[in-house]
């Protein structure tokens, strides 16, 4: 059964640092990964799908790497902003349940001024 | 504007009632889906739809019902017989369910809560 973790579940950084995040997933047999950015109280926001056949994606000062093997993907943000912070979700969809995501319990950042 | 709508916002049900949510896309996609969000948990699947007149459930559909009438419009209901139904409602769309096609898409949400 897939799981997917999320690690550190919160995150404080200062203005202006490069940051990672983490998701880890049980099983290789994933299709495609997606990175969601959550704020407070609303719905999901979809930032980077990367494909099981690619090692990573860039959208502006987010870059997501994928690496199957060891069954992990991160998601780095350079040049950090107030306006970053949110909860960031992870979820992986396999090749067996393709319909479906799992998803991870996601990792709560706070950007400080 | 294409996007998906959900509604209402907010809900609040009395023990024993039955709630309908609103789930609503305009982005031409044949599959639907709804999840569940509880808090500092991931999102945890309840239906989903692959196209018109067809639905499936997810891992956790029991006191829950779901209809496909139009391609558009995917409504949840909450039945009385779903034991803990407080958490945040999310409504997501894809092109397909099949991989390749699946990127989701997500609505804003709607927040039940059961007084």
């Known amino acids: 059964k897939q799981e997917v973790t999320q690690i550190p579940a919160a995150l404080s950084v200062p203005e202006g640092e490069n940051l990672v995040l983490n998701c880890s997933f049980t099983?290789?047999?994933?299709?495609?990964l997606q990175w969601f950015r959550q704020d407070p109280g609303k719905g999901l926001t979809s930032l980077l799908l990367i494909q099981s056949s690619q090692r990573e994606q860039t959208s502006g000062r987010l870059n997501a790497s994928l690496d199957k093997s060891s069954g992990r993907s991160t998601l780095y943000i350079a040049a950090s902003q107030p306006g970053d912070s949110a909860t960031y979700l992870c979820a992986v969809s396999s090749w067996d349940s393709s319909y479906k995501l799992i998803f991870g319990s996601g990792t709560r950042l706070l950007v400080r001024p | 504007d294409g996007g998906i709508t959900q509604s209402p916002k907010y809900l609040f049900r009395k023990e024993g009632q039955n709630v309908t949510l609103s789930c609503e896309q305009n982005?031409?996609?044949?599959?639907m889906y709804w999840y569940r969000q509880d808090p500092g948990q991931g999102l945890r699947l309840i239906y989903y739809?692959?196209?018109?007149?067809?639905?499936q459930k997810g891992d956790i559909a029991e006191g829950y019902s779901v209809s496909r009438e139009k391609k558009e419009s995917f409504p949840l209901t909450v039945t009385s017989a779903q034991k803990n139904p407080t958490a945040f409602y999310l409504c997501?769309?894809?092109?397909?369910?099949?991989?390749?096609?699946?990127?989701?898409?997500f609505g804003p949400g709607t927040r039940l809560t059961v007084l």
């Open positions: 099983d290789s047999a994933i299709y495609n």
């Open positions: 997501a769309s894809s092109i397909a369910v099949e991989a390749h096609y699946n990127e989701q898409f």
């Open positions: 982005l031409n996609h044949d599959a």
């Open positions: 739809s692959q196209i018109v007149n067809d639905f």
